[in-house]
């Protein structure tokens, strides 16, 4: 299972020891990190397919104090694609108006006719990569039906129904930046945790140590803007357990056996 954290927050906040400690799992997630700081001037992607507690880069990143008010970050351990930097977290684009989006994925892909195409268009070969290229693609084809998606309104109801439209079958936790706002769905329990003060949401798959944490609502997409849920939609009836027989299925297929 790959672990997401998620900072969202009216005013920056020191964030080493958050990190520190999310990136300090990755003894059981050793397939890569990714770390994307979504305000800072360069608004770059960190990312490397190796263990992040054998990272120099990430060691140096983390020597740096890190203020910032909207960062996501992921540990890999891969079910679906090789480790190497193509498949590894977060994966970003740009609509046709110039909006990044930035996302994060925890779970797997089973059933999903919509990605299909997009296996010819990805980098890597991760089916989270193909969610990100499906919203894109889904949004710039609205824009071009005269939608307007610069109304956030508009915008959070399109990726409410791409995520009810793909999660049936499948573990979707996802963390989505689309450059002001923070897309958050779950739809496993125990799977991922808030703690909240005014102004100020962090989110992990895991508990961190610090602070009081809740677990996330499950199977509903919830927005966060500057640190507050500024939406919070009807709950779906999706809920993802997880049953071994079906992974080793899908590895037996992506391997082709």
Not at 58 to 78: D, F, V
Request: one cysteine or more; aromatic letters at 8%.
């Amino acid at each position: 299972m790959c672990e997401l954290l998620g900072i969202t927050s009216r005013d920056k906040l020191y964030a080493n020891d958050l990190l520190t400690e999310f990136f300090g799992h990755s003894d059981q997630q050793p397939d890569g990190w990714g770390l994307a700081i979504l305000d800072s001037a360069e608004k770059e992607i960190h990312k490397e397919p190796i263990t992040a507690a054998r990272s120099r880069r990430l060691k140096e990143i983390l020597s740096n104090k890190i203020y910032t008010g909207r960062t996501i970050a992921h540990i890999r351990k891969a079910t679906i694609g090789s480790i190497d930097e193509y498949n590894t977290h977060p994966f970003r684009g740009q609509d046709i108006t110039g909006r990044t989006w930035t996302l994060v994925h925890n779970g797997t892909i089973f059933e999903a006719s919509q990605l299909h195409k997009y296996v010819y268009y990805q980098q890597g070969f991760t089916d989270s990569e193909r969610i990100l290229l499906y919203i894109i693609d889904k949004v710039n084809k609205y824009i071009n039906l005269d939608a307007d998606l610069t109304d956030v309104n508009i915008r959070i109801s399109l990726i409410e129904k791409l995520i009810l439209d793909i999660v049936p079958g499948n573990k979707l936790n996802l963390l989505i930046d689309d450059g002001e706002h923070l897309y958050v769905h779950k739809n496993e329990a125990g799977t991922l945790f808030t703690n909240e003060e005014d102004g100020r949401t962090i989110l992990s798959t895991k508990p961190l140590s610090k602070g009081s944490w809740n677990e996330l609502p499950e199977n509903r997409l919830i927005v966060y803007k500057d640190g507050d849920v500024i939406y919070e939609g009807k709950r779906h009836d999706h809920s993802y357990s997880h049953d071994e027989e079906r992974m080793k299925h899908l590895y037996m297929e992506y391997a082709g056996l």
